[in-house]
C-alpha cells in the first residue's frame, strides 16, 4: 500500500485518479505531477498504485513535499484566509460570519445548505 501525507491510497486504481485522494490534488494537478516526477507515460501503460517501484514512490514524494501544500497545510492556509477576511469586515467576511453563501448565490429560495433546514412558522390563530 503507498502511503503520501498520512493517506493511503487505493492499490487497485491507477495512479493518476489515486493520488486525487490527496485533499488539493484534483486530475489536472495529479498529472502535472506525474509529469514532474519522470512518470510521463503512466497513461499509456495504465499504471496502477499497487505496481509503483520505490524510486517512482521516491520520486513522487519528493515532488509532493518540495512543490505543494497539501493536506493540513493547506487546510490551515485556508482557514486563515478566511479568518482574515472576517477580521477585515469585507463582504465576504460578513457572509463567512453569518453563514450565508459567499460568492453572489441566490439565497431566497436555495442556499438550504449554508443556511440550514426550513423552519417553518404556525399559523396565526383567527
Keep these: 500500500m503507498v502511503r503520501f501525507l498520512?493517506?493511503?491510497l487505493a492499490n487497485n486504481k491507477?495512479?493518476?485518479y489515486a493520488l486525487t485522494a490527496?485533499?488539493?490534488i484534483g486530475l489536472s494537478r495529479a498529472k502535472e505531477i506525474?509529469?514532474?516526477a519522470g512518470l510521463d507515460n503512466v497513461d499509456e501503460t495504465g499504471l496502477r498504485a499497487k505496481d509503483l517501484s520505490d524510486e517512482?514512490?521516491?520520486s513522487l514524494r519528493k515532488v509532493l513535499e518540495k512543490n505543494y501544500q497539501l493536506e493540513g497545510d493547506l487546510v490551515r492556509l485556508t482557514n486563515l484566509n478566511i479568518k482574515r477576511l472576517m477580521e477585515n469586515g469585507s463582504i465576504k467576511g460578513r457572509r463567512h460570519r453569518a453563514g450565508l453563501p459567499v460568492r453572489g448565490q441566490r439565497t431566497r429560495t436555495n442556499a438550504r445548505?449554508?443556511?440550514g433546514g426550513k423552519k417553518t412558522v404556525a399559523a396565526k390563530k383567527k
Excluded: A, C, P
Aim: charged residues 40%; without cysteine; glycine residues 12%.
Design 34 to 36: 506525474l509529469d514532474s
Design 113 to 115: 445548505t449554508r443556511r
Design 22 to 24: 490527496i485533499y488539493g
Design 56 to 58: 517512482e514512490i521516491s
Design 6 to 8: 498520512g493517506i493511503d
Design 14 to 16: 491507477r495512479i493518476k
